[in-house]
């Protein structure tokens, strides 16, 4: 397979408003890099992601996408991550059935205590979807850009 | 085993216990048997059949019947009981307004795979111990009744009625099926193949709905594909995207729902095996959260309105077996 | 102070010295404490230090029995007989080579010899 | 009548598809058959028909007719139609061949589809003549002769060699740009094959189904007719049927926002969804009695009614076989017709 | 047509320094929809917010977007300043461009085009916004208190003086606590029961105070303002009402035998009991694993003996359910099982003894009547070794990771009271640190070492060994001296570390709060939020936020009972808009949502409706409470006909968020 270096893959990552998101805010507090292909999107809850949202992604031209939420026990809503865990867990499984890459997608729990660990995650995640170069296999041909 | 169910129908008509009888209608051919509702014996002597045909699951339409006037008699086979109490459960089935005879089920013919023996012209179709002689216009065939199994028959889960008011015949067992080896082959190839697999199924659809439309577990007022305010509806695959994306949702949307009662693959009109994707959330349920079958009963919480604080994390999905 | 030797010492131990608090207990609890010129404690705190020198000519290297009672009782998960084991890593490397080999223990066996060091001189060897 | 053996059949194939796209049906599974494009070394299918109906070709299920893009306060508006190529469908059965003149009627008609128009003229249709009728068959219902199959060129089977007969002019040029793969031969014994298929088709089980009780004329009568609560009872509502007809020709438009424009596309629909035709004010056929009823009035009496006492069916039996609940036009036209 | 405002603020340069906000306003202004499109220097500041409210006003904006810090820091800030200009404050969006880009990325270029996508995805949200309106819902004026400790009784004791009804749930049969077990209190050295019993009896005496003794919180449904909790009465088979707390069947109790848990298991008490002599209530109660009554209906002889008849054999768990306006977690700590520390003996070896034990050694109405005994054999110990940070300041499974903070000082107060009393005992303490910030505690601790001349010595014991002689051999290390010490100890003490208590967890699930790995609640936040916890309406006093001290403990106390007082006084509070509902035309009635909802806000009714065949039909249709619901959007997902949805993150603003970054 021909590595594109100049790949800059688009990120989409869905982030609980109660945890995630403020792990995210927390590692810009504390200026942890890590890369502009990572694009967050606030939702209440991790339970709030549809799977329709995550297709719509990649149709629309994502080449990742990452679901962050509170750890298990720890949800504002008290069992919100825990059908996220389910739901997430089942489709990124039919995902990979159907023969998508399964390191296009992603979930992962990071606490507001965790700026360090949102920033590597995503660095991580960015990097492992670069190694997978463009989304083709689960994309929308009239969404490509020219 | 038809007389049997014929006299039973008409004695429940006149007793008042029922005031209509779902069943099967003969078609103009041996094989083409409509589902139907009678509402007298006259009607029952004319036109009802239930023969090695009869496959139409009926539960989902007693989503609306049983929301007429009147009790209706539903004949349900094993496997229809399970979607008769799955729609019980989700409050779609009104359960005092229908009186439910468990009926013997298959396995049941199905006539393509006749037809793909290049027999055709196909005047009657009889089963004579296990021999099926095809009377055509072309002259008299005979091949072997298992290989005419529908796919749906082949890995039978459930000879068991789990919901009946009375039974004719006799009740049977929950069975040891092989209906996962399909799943598991496809889950030992590799990810690429596995995407050429789907796509070369997948490419095929034609969105005529006919699996959604005939799934028991699909009975929304308002399907997410047919409603602008959905965002994703859509009313043919554009895309290729389209097509998984219309295969996935319905999939998920009846994940935990679904019965497995194989009518999507039945109906499929492109011979998609849609029944696949429905048995690998059955089967990643069944691995990862212990066995469910949707329909056994109408009380257990379905697996994804349940959690547990020590269910598996989605990275079990990444840490399985090679790409 | 050796720069390389601690790094050296950090890597072949795997141990972070750096979580040490100086409670001292894994020298409370070392059966060899009254053998030794420089104690368990002293060992994780001066490897921290990068103070390596000393360690390397003293006696203590080899008084330590890798009994892992200090392993087991320290608070942190030191290890500090992992680090004294690295430290004596560093000396046997430093002399140049391995001048023990597997197969010459059993010649070497006396009476004398404490079982613990028998023991160790394996743990050593099958690594 | 020019002639080829069955055994260079794949030769002349592969002569045409050096020169333009050729699509032929050939087997997915054992007797099940759709058209692929060509390719060296395929074997046309032996069954009777294609799954899908050949319709695919001048009406695709879906299809691209403009783009959009806006840019601040403008909208551009890019004109998406190009000449098409030619290209040969070969082995197209009477029944579908048939279609193609319903279809010429709803699109050709003004206003002209271009779309539609473009991709007819650049077709040439090779059809194929039956010999082996199933018993879901019931084209001469329409007078339609399965063993003298029209389109541009008709191609008939004796069991050893393909005769070619050119109806049109288009497919006069098609022959003679294969004419030196083709040999005269004695087409004698064709006459017998033809008779004994006729005869067949006499002998099927639908073989008495009429139209008498059909046509424009007829109108109120079976609108009104109390038939259709029983017919529709069971029907789904799915679209099988519509997307396997050869003579269905309804569309839906629709936009689509790539995010860096929009397309507009269009897509085959169904009379039997109940989003159908859906406007401002809702649904035109609330109920699914009325959506059936829709589109079997639409195939015997509307459609003739508007043109000529023409059928909007064509028998080729492909909704007898794929609806998930075996109800279809024969039962409907069975329980409607004069007894 | 939206008319949209887009203001893009430079934070100073925490957002321009890496971001060209120019550009990124100028790129925003060709958004569909957007008719003015600004930046400015603070748009926090009050000339910022002034610049938004204009321009709400001249352009008649329909929807505003702030491109700058996170909406955690100003959504509410702009939300105000828009509904001060007539906008409804949720037609603002935030896009975070400054956590989530000028601080994340050093690429000028590239957090500028980061900086643009997300303020597009911002706009195409904001189009879809529909202006919401916040509901109010009543609060119910009562409060509870979980947990009757010292931090339970102040909170409670201090709600009631606000004139405010309050109840403790304390799942032992008196409430005091640990407290009421200490002897001494540090740095005063008062004497525990002395402080402790008389808020005990005040509080059963205010007659806004409810006890529930011997009981726990079985269920919690409902918000803040309204919870809705299940209160188990566990069955003591002593009716309250009745019991005069004479103590009658406790002297007449033939099983005898029962390990005394308020003496840590150091005496014995009977099968019925009451806990301490100045127990409140002052109750009995039959533990019914040693009563033979309950065990094989032979005996019954407290009943004979009760004169008020009191004794109830069949009782059994009662539950009441109660309205509250908000509740207080107390739940308190206990110190941590020492088993699995070998080295210290404590469990092969009576003398050696944890804190809290010693605390009962000591007391007057302990064990021993106050005179410190070994527990081996009730003799005068004269070398006694304290040892510190037992399972505190571990890094492994055994112990916590924290400090316990509260052992630096009271095994000070040990040491001292014992050379007080029996100036013939040497004592060694053996610390790590010692730890006494507080007000007078490095004084306390230095009077120790100075005036008590205790042993202080820096090191940790490494190994305890009994000895045959009754003796226990200390083996610890002086890391100053540098040397190996063995002691010849009569005692040895523990301090061991302190941690939640184990029913904190289950409750912290019932009340959808969150907890540390700790299993310790975790604050609103650590500075500015100490006493609430982050779901509204709960909270957090005494040692269940975290290791405390008495002082700090009802400091915390007051705290959280003046935080409770605060919404209590609110006859409503603004419910939050963002909650979900449903589209009864397209909902199934299958009940998916309803399984999924954490706060019961969702029911079903059946109801008539219209057909699209004009046909009418009763059908089960789902309705959301939006005082109940508190918007985490579960349903939305389980229902699969998209019937429910989400206000404020509805599906469609979502998937325009998704579009627009994609894009």
């Not at chain 5, 060709?30 to 499109?37: R, T």
């Not at chain 5, 321009?55 to 509904?83: D, Q, W, Y």
Request: hydrophobic share 35%.
């Amino acid at each position: 397979m021909q590595v594109n270096e100049n790949f800059e893959p688009v990120i989409v990552a869905f982030c609980c408003n109660w945890c995630s998101y403020a792990g995210a805010d927390l590692s810009g507090t504390n200026r942890l890099n890590y890369p502009a292909n990572v694009k967050i999107i606030r939702v209440p809850c991790s339970c709030r992601v549809n799977p329709m949202f995550i297709l719509r992604a990649f149709q629309r031209g994502a080449d990742g996408v990452i679901i962050c939420g509170c750890h298990p026990g720890d949800c504002h809503y008290t069992s919100g991550n825990y059908f996220t865990r389910r739901r997430i867990t089942l489709l990124y499984s039919m995902l990979d059935f159907l023969g998508i890459e399964r390191n296009r997608t992603r979930l992962e729990w990071v606490s507001a205590a965790e700026g360090a660990k949102f920033a590597a995650v995503m660095n991580q995640f960015v990097e492992d979807v670069k190694k997978l170069g463009p989304n083709r296999r689960l994309e929308d041909l009239r969404c490509r850009k020219q | 085993m038809q007389e049997a169910m014929i006299k039973r129908a008409k004695e429940l008509l006149a007793d008042g216990t029922v005031n209509r009888v779902m069943g099967w209608k003969k078609g103009e051919f041996a094989y083409d048997t409509t589902p139907a509702v009678f509402e007298t014996a006259e009607e029952i002597d004319r036109d009802f059949i239930y023969n090695d045909f009869t496959q139409a699951n009926q539960s989902k339409y007693l989503i609306k019947e049983s929301r007429k006037e009147g009790k209706i008699l539903a004949l349900l086979k094993p496997c229809d009981t399970y979607s008769f109490n799955q729609l019980v459960k989700e409050h779609r089935i009104i359960r005092e307004n229908v009186y439910v005879i468990g009926i013997p089920g298959g396995p049941k013919i199905d006539i393509e795979k006749i037809k793909a023996k290049g027999i055709t012209g196909i005047t009657n179709v009889k089963n004579e111990d296990y021999t099926l002689k095809i009377e055509t216009i072309y002259g008299v065939e005979t091949m072997p009744f298992y290989e005419a199994v529908s796919v749906k028959c082949e890995s039978c889960k459930s000879k068991k009625h789990v919901v009946y008011d009375e039974l004719i015949g006799e009740g049977g067992d929950i069975l040891d099926s092989n209906r996962f080896d399909m799943v598991e082959k496809l889950e030992n190839m590799t990810s690429q193949e596995r995407y050429d697999f789907w796509r070369g199924e997948l490419s095929r659809c034609i969105r005529c709905n006919a699996c959604r439309n005939v799934c028991p577990a699909c009975t929304c007022e308002n399907c997410v594909f047919d409603n602008p305010k959905s965002g994703i509806d859509q009313k043919a695959a554009a895309d290729s995207f389209e097509e998984n994306m219309f295969h996935i949702i319905r999939a998920f949307h009846v994940a935990g729902r679904c019965t497995d009662c194989g009518e999507c693959s039945r109906v499929c009109p492109q011979n998609i095996p849609l029944h696949l994707l429905n048995r690998k959330f059955i089967k990643d349920i069944n691995c990862l959260y212990g066995e469910y079958q949707a329909g056994a009963d109408t009380t257990s919480k379905a697996p994804l309105t349940d959690y547990r604080t020590d269910d598996c994390e989605p990275s079990v999905v990444h840490e399985r077996g090679a790409e | 102070m050796n720069k390389n030797e601690k790094d050296w010492i950090d890597i072949t131990s795997g141990v972070n010295v750096r979580k040490c608090m100086r409670c001292g207990k894994c020298s409370a609890t070392c059966p060899s404490y009254d053998e030794m010129e420089y104690h368990p404690h002293q060992f994780v705190y001066m490897v921290e230090k990068g103070d390596i020198e000393p360690l390397l000519n003293s006696v203590s290297l080899y008084k330590c029995l890798t009994c892992f009672a200090c392993v087991e009782r320290c608070p942190r998960g030191v290890e500090p007989a992992k680090v004294i084991e690295a430290v004596r890593l560093t000396a046997v490397r430093k002399q140049g080579n391995n001048h023990l080999l597997p197969d010459q223990i059993p010649d070497m066996l006396d009476d004398d010899l404490p079982q613990q060091a028998i023991v160790t001189a394996f743990r050593k060897y099958t690594k | 009548m020019l002639k080829i053996s069955a055994s260079n059949l794949n030769a002349l194939f592969d002569r045409i598809a050096e020169k333009q796209t050729l699509y032929i049906p050939v087997d997915r599974e054992p007797n099940v058959s759709e058209y692929k494009k060509y390719e060296s070394g395929m074997t046309m299918s032996k069954a009777l028909n294609t799954v899908r109906s050949a319709k695919d070709f001048f009406f695709p299920q879906t299809e691209n007719l403009a783009e959009f893009k806006v840019s601040g306060k403008t909208i551009e508006v890019k004109d998406i139609r190009k000449e098409n190529e030619d290209f040969v469908v070969f082995g197209v059965r009477a029944c579908d061949a048939r279609s193609f003149g319903i279809l010429d009627k709803v699109f050709l008609s003004e206003p002209v589809d271009s779309f539609y128009k473009n991709r007819r003229e650049h077709g040439t249709i090779v059809t194929m003549a039956c010999t082996r009728p199933a018993e879901t068959c019931f084209c001469t219902t329409f007078g339609i002769d399965p063993t003298v199959p029209g389109g541009d060129v008709s191609v008939f089977f004796d069991g050893e060699n393909y005769f070619f007969l050119d109806n049109t002019p288009k497919g006069e040029a098609f022959v003679a740009s294969v004419s030196d793969m083709l040999e005269d031969g004695d087409a004698s014994k064709l006459a017998e094959v033809q008779e004994n298929t006729r005869n067949i088709m006499k002998k099927l089980p639908l073989s008495g189904l009429s139209t008498d009780s059909f046509g424009g004329e007829r109108l109120m009568e079976h609108f009104n007719s109390d038939k259709w609560a029983e017919l529709s009872e069971s029907c789904f509502g799915c679209g099988t049927c519509t997307f396997v007809c050869p003579t269905c020709q309804c569309y839906d438009i629709r936009d689509f926002d790539t995010g860096n424009g929009i397309k507009r596309f269009r897509c085959w629909d169904s009379c039997m969804y109940s989003d159908f035709t859906k406007m401002a004010h809702g649904n035109s056929r609330n109920s699914q009695l009325e959506r059936f009823r829709q589109r079997f009035m639409h195939k015997l009496v509307y459609f003739p009614a508007n043109n000529n006492g023409e059928f909007g069916c064509v028998g080729c039996g492909r909704c007898l076989s794929k609806c998930p609940i075996s109800m279809n036009i024969v039962k409907v036209m069975k329980a409607l017709e004069d007894k | 047509m939206q008319r949209i405002g887009v203001f893009v603020c430079h934070c100073g340069t925490n957002i321009a320094a890496t971001v060209d906000v120019k550009a990124v306003a100028e790129a925003l202004s060709h958004e569909p929809g957007v008719v003015v499109s600004q930046d400015y220097q603070y748009m926090c500041s009050e000339s910022g917010q002034e610049l938004v409210k204009n321009a709400i006003k001249e352009h008649g904006l329909t929807g505003v977007v702030i491109c700058s810090c996170s909406p955690r820091m100003h959504e509410n800030t702009f939300r105000k300043a828009a509904a001060s200009a007539g906008l409804n404050p949720y037609l603002v969006e935030i896009a975070n461009i400054r956590e989530q880009c000028s601080w994340i990325h050093k690429n000028i270029a590239s957090a500028t085009d980061k900086a643009v996508i997300l303020g597009k995805a911002a706009v195409a949200k904001v189009h879809l916004n529909a202006p919401l309106t916040a509901g109010e819902s009543p609060v119910v004026k009562r409060a509870l208190v979980i947990g009757g400790g010292i931090a339970g009784i102040q909170t409670a004791l201090d709600i009631a003086e606000a004139g405010f009804d309050v109840d403790i749930v304390e799942k032992e049969p008196t409430i005091g606590g640990k407290m009421a077990q200490i002897d001494k209190t540090f740095p005063t050295l008062d004497c525990a029961a002395c402080i402790l019993t008389p808020k005990m009896v005040e509080a059963s005496q205010n007659e806004r105070i409810t006890i529930h003794s011997f009981s726990e919180v079985s269920d919690v449904k409902g918000f803040v303002g309204n919870f809705t909790v299940t209160i188990k009465k566990k069955a003591r088979y002593v009716d309250e009402t009745k019991c005069t707390g004479c103590g009658l069947c406790t002297e007449k109790c033939p099983m005898k035998k029962v390990p005394n848990e308020f003496n840590m298991g150091l005496d014995n008490r009977t099968a019925v009991y009451i806990p301490f002599a100045q127990a409140v209530p002052k109750v009995a109660t039959i533990d019914p694993n040693y009563c033979m009554m309950l065990k094989n209906g032979k005996c019954g002889v407290c009943s004979k003996v009760c004169s008020v008849g009191a004794i109830d054999y069949k009782q059994t768990d009662r539950f009441i359910e109660q309205k509250y306006g908000a509740i207080v977690v107390a739940t308190g700590f206990n110190p941590i099982k020492l088993d699995k520390y070998d080295e210290f003996a404590y469990s092969c070896c009576p003398d050696v003894v944890t804190s809290l034990e010693l605390e009962r050694l000591m007391n007057a109405a302990g064990p021993n009547g106050g005179t410190l005994l070994r527990p081996s054999d009730k003799t005068h110990p004269h070398t006694i070794v304290f040892v510190q940070c037992v399972g505190s300041r571990c890094d492994d499974e055994k112990g916590k990771p924290y400090c316990s903070k509260i052992c630096c000082m009271y095994t000070a107060k040990h040491a001292m009271l014992i050379r007080e009393k029996y100036p013939d005992t040497e004592v060694y303490v053996f610390y790590i640190d010692v730890r006494t910030p507080g007000k007078n505690f490095d004084e306390f601790y230095r009077r120790a070492v100075e005036q008590y001349n205790v042993h202080y010595i820096k090191g940790m014991v490494g190994k305890v060994t009994p000895k045959a002689d009754g003796k226990i051999d200390v083996q610890a290390s002086d890391l100053l001296s540098n040397e190996q010490l063995h002691i010849n100890a009569d005692m040895v003490v523990l301090a061991a570390a302190i941690e939640p208590d184990k029913t904190a967890r289950p409750l912290a699930t019932m009340l959808t709060t969150q907890m540390d790995t700790n299993d310790f609640f975790t604050e609103a936040h650590p500075k500015l939020r100490p006493v609430e916890s982050a779901t509204a309406g709960i909270f957090l006093s005494g040692a269940c936020q975290g290791p405390k001290d008495i002082p700090e403990t009802v400091a915390q106390a007051s705290a959280a009972a003046a935080k409770a007082i605060g919404l209590l006084c609110k006859n409503s509070i603004t419910c939050n808009p963002c909650v979900a509902h449903s589209d009864e035309l397209m909902c199934n009635g299958c009940s998916a949502c309803e399984k999924v909802c954490p706060y019961g806000a969702i029911t079903y009714q059946d109801k008539e409706f219209r057909m699209p065949d004009r046909s009418t039909a009763i059908r089960r249709v789902a309705s959301v409470n939006p005082a109940v619901c508190q918007g985490c959007g579960a349903c939305t997902v389980a229902c699969p006909s998209g019937a429910m949805d989400l206000n404020g993150f509805s599906n469609s603003q979502i998937m325009a968020e998704v579009d627009a970054i994609c894009k």
